[in-house]
């Protein structure tokens, strides 16, 4: 499985971005897929994932919105109201044997993107 991500940017605070993954090698239907972000000088930390319905970190919730396109075998990942705080390298993740209780760990994921990176000046 190979995953192609890109939208990231230089916003401000209050914009929005839409981050795209696109996925070579296996249905994203049949995958589960996941956003991580890691923020300089701190851990990598889930943000949302798709199994069945999406999930979503209690940071971002109510302002991202993870979404799948079944027939570009792409999911997306819409930032509203973006916070400096937002600030960080994103991933998109698939995971071959991901279950609802490890959905949120990113060792549970097989697959990695390159990464695209959001800035939010304030």
């Known amino acids: 499985v190979q995953l192609q991500a890109s939208g990231g940017g230089l916003v401000q605070a209050g914009d929005s971005l839409r981050l795209s993954c696109v996925a070579s090698?296996?249905?994203?239907?049949?995958?589960?897929m996941g956003w991580f972000r890691q923020a300089p000088g701190k851990e990598r930390e889930f943000v949302a994932a798709f199994r069945g319905n999406p999930s979503y970190a209690d940071s971002v919730k109510g302002r991202f919105t993870m979404s799948r396109d079944l027939a570009k075998n792409t999911v997306y990942l819409q930032m509203n109201s973006l916070k400096p705080e937002d600030t960080a390298v994103y991933y998109c993740?698939?995971?071959?044997?991901?279950?609802?209780?490890?959905?949120?760990?990113?060792?549970?994921?097989?697959?990695w993107g390159q990464g695209t990176q959001v800035t939010v000046s304030s």
């Open positions: 993740a698939a995971g071959t044997g991901v279950i609802t209780s490890t959905m949120r760990e990113g060792a549970a994921y097989n697959y």
């Open positions: 090698g296996r249905s994203v239907s049949r995958t589960v």
